[in-house]
């Protein structure tokens, strides 16, 4: 997946705004070419894991849908673990097998560290993220 610096520093901008809790949203774009990051409420409000406030995802879905473009990514925060999936993220990717699963780790928040997973089929592996 291509993504800009602007984005990722979006997405890394969401997940310290929403500390201690972990943060959640969608990446747009076409062909692999991330266009617009889509911040999401965490309905959890937890520290430990997140699931999507169901009104914002169908929201989302709305403005990518409308806008012709696809979910390249879906992605939150974790507060104090590595930016690597959790068995919660794995099972979550179930749901949404087809998007890279971006995620951002805190654990060193003057340090973030993202990073891109595909899992599918039960299978965990990391993407590239090509920074343009």
């Not at 979006?10 to 990051?37: D, F, K, Q, W, Y």
């Not at 849908?65 to 999936?85: M, V």
């Amino acid at each position: 997946m291509k993504i800009t610096q602007k984005l990722i520093d979006e997405i890394i901008a969401h997940a310290l705004e929403e500390r201690p809790n972990e943060c959640c949203g969608m990446v747009s774009g076409s062909r692999g070419v991330a266009t617009e990051v889509f911040r999401a409420r965490n309905a959890l409000a937890s520290p430990f894991s997140f699931d999507m406030e169901p009104s914002d995802q169908i929201g989302i879905y709305t403005a990518i849908e409308d806008r012709g473009e696809e979910i390249l990514a879906i992605y939150h925060s974790h507060t104090k673990s590595p930016a690597e999936p959790s068995q919660s993220d794995r099972n979550n990717a179930r749901s949404w097998p087809d998007p890279v699963w971006v995620i951002v780790s805190l654990a060193d928040p003057g340090e973030p560290v993202l990073r891109g997973w595909d899992m599918r089929d039960g299978k965990v592996g990391e993407v590239e993220l090509e920074i343009e």
